[in-house]
Nanobody, 126 residues
């Protein structure tokens, strides 16, 4: 059974940092594409970062490039999203998702991902 477990959300002031974690089990971690999405109230789910661990390849959306970093720990089958310089507009529920075909993209439709973790809420206060 494939499971993705997202954690690490919380309340932070603008300019602060948070690190999200996504623990993955039940699939071939290294050659899967693991992505982070977020969904703000009233908005569509937005892809923001993606990694394929075997190659250590990463991509980001323009909205987070330079502020967020996606990384993986293959020994722990865990993907992290380090979020720095947070802004109130980063407030959203954050989800991790897995594509076993390993397509690296920060812009694919959520429908392209077979497996999802539960969301973790990030709230950035001004």
């Amino acid at each position: 059974e494939v499971q993705l477990q997202a954690s690490g959300g919380g309340l932070v002031q603008a300019g602060g940092s948070l690190r999200l974690s996504c623990a993955v089990s039940g699939l071939t971690f290294g050659n899967s594409a693991i992505a982070w999405f977020r969904q703000a109230p009233g908005k569509e789910r937005e892809g923001i970062a993606c990694i394929v661990s075997d190659n250590d390849d990463t991509v980001y959306s323009d909205s987070v490039k330079g502020r967020f970093t996606i990384a993986s720990d293959n020994a722990k089958n865990t993907v992290y999203l380090q979020m720095n310089s947070l802004k109130p507009e980063d407030t959203a529920v954050y989800y991790c998702a897995a594509d076993v075909n390993g397509v690296l993209s920060a812009h694919r439709s959520p429908n392209s991902y077979e497996y999802w973790g539960q969301g973790t809420l990030v709230t950035v206060s001004s």
